[in-house]
């Protein structure tokens, strides 16, 4: 036999269960995350202007393909080593969207005067790329921390997270 609780102590016990001590712990998980990407955007954007005004690294290979794609409408980038539609193609619609903005691009259409900035001053268009890849660096901290508890449990995916928005070499 069952006995039914007035509604009084039927709401007491529901109010007290979305304040228990499981949903502070996802606070403090959610506000450590955000401190966690905002600990990481100040690290990143430390180390945005080096080696600048030419990077000697593979920056390259994904700047320059997305300049002539911005400046010309051909989508294909005429390089395929690496999986670069998740930065090249993004850069590219960056640019655009900045020469369109600030340098009064067209709006559709190509402009070859965007490929003859970039080799007069090629540091903005470096700038845009590595802005875009911080954007993508810091995005993933809380799907590193989500994987991970869902694959594991909680602490792997703070740890994993952590991990991630400190580790020197993504900076």
Known sequence: MTT?????????????GSRGPD?????????AIVAMMALSLVAHLGALHRDLPIPDTD?????QP???????????????GHP???VIYPIAALLHVWDA???????????????????RTPAPFYLIGRIWTIGLGIAAIPVI???????????????????WAVLPYPI
Do not use: C, K
């Open 4 to 16: 039914a609780l007035p509604r009084s102590e039927i709401e007491t016990e529901h109010s007290m």
């Open 23 to 31: 949903t502070q712990r996802s606070a403090l998980i959610a506000l």
């Open 59 to 63: 920056e390259q290979d994904f700047v």
């Open 66 to 80: 997305a300049v002539h794609i911005a400046a010309t409408g051909d989508l294909d980038p005429h390089w395929f």
């Open 84 to 86: 670069g539609s998740t």
């Open 101 to 119: 903005t600030l340098h009064d691009g067209p709006i559709l259409g190509s402009n070859g005067a965007l490929e003859a900035r970039y080799h």
């Open 145 to 163: 921390y989500l994987l991970g508890s869902r694959a594991f449990r909680r602490r792997v995916g703070f740890i994993g997270a952590v991990l």
